[in-house]
Nanobody, 126 residues
Framework: QVQLVESGGGLVQAGNSLTLACAASGRPFSTYTMGWFRQAPGKEREFVGAISWGGASKNYAASVKGRFTISRDNVKSTGYLRMNSLKPEDTAVYYC???????????????????WGQGTQVTVSS
């Protein structure tokens, strides 16, 4: 079992930055792929990005590439999502998720992840 807790959400003006954290407990953090997803009201859950178990590989949704950066600290069992140049359309509940090492090649698929956090709200005002 893995427990994930997101933090760092809030209200921010467009153009500013925010960093989300995802604290993990349970199985050793380095054993799994970590992903970030978001869900805006009335929309389906959307892939944001993912990072492999060791941090060497990352992929991003086209809508956030170049603005968002995923990282992880396996010693602290924490993952991060640094969001720069935020836009109103980035407003959503953001979720972190964890899955086995082998899912990285399919990391855009939410169904591949076994564990999810409760989500944290990010609101970007114009």
């Amino acid at each position: 079992q893995v427990q994930l807790v997101e933090s760092g959400g809030g209200l921010v003006q467009a153009g500013n930055s925010l960093t989300l954290a995802c604290a993990a407990s349970g199985r050793p953090f380095s054993t799994y792929t970590m992903g970030w997803f978001r869900q805006a009201p009335g929309k389906e859950r959307e892939f944001v990005g993912a990072i492999s178990w060791g941090g060497a590989s990352k992929n991003y949704a086209a809508s956030v590439k170049g603005r968002f950066t995923i990282s992880r600290d396996n010693v602290k069992s924490t993952g991060y999502l640094r969001m720069n140049s935020l836009k109103p359309e980035d407003t959503a509940v953001y979720y972190c998720a964890a899955g086995g090492r082998e899912i990285f090649s399919d990391s855009r698929q939410p169904g591949k992840y076994a564990y999810w956090g409760q989500g944290t709200q990010v609101t970007v005002s114009s």
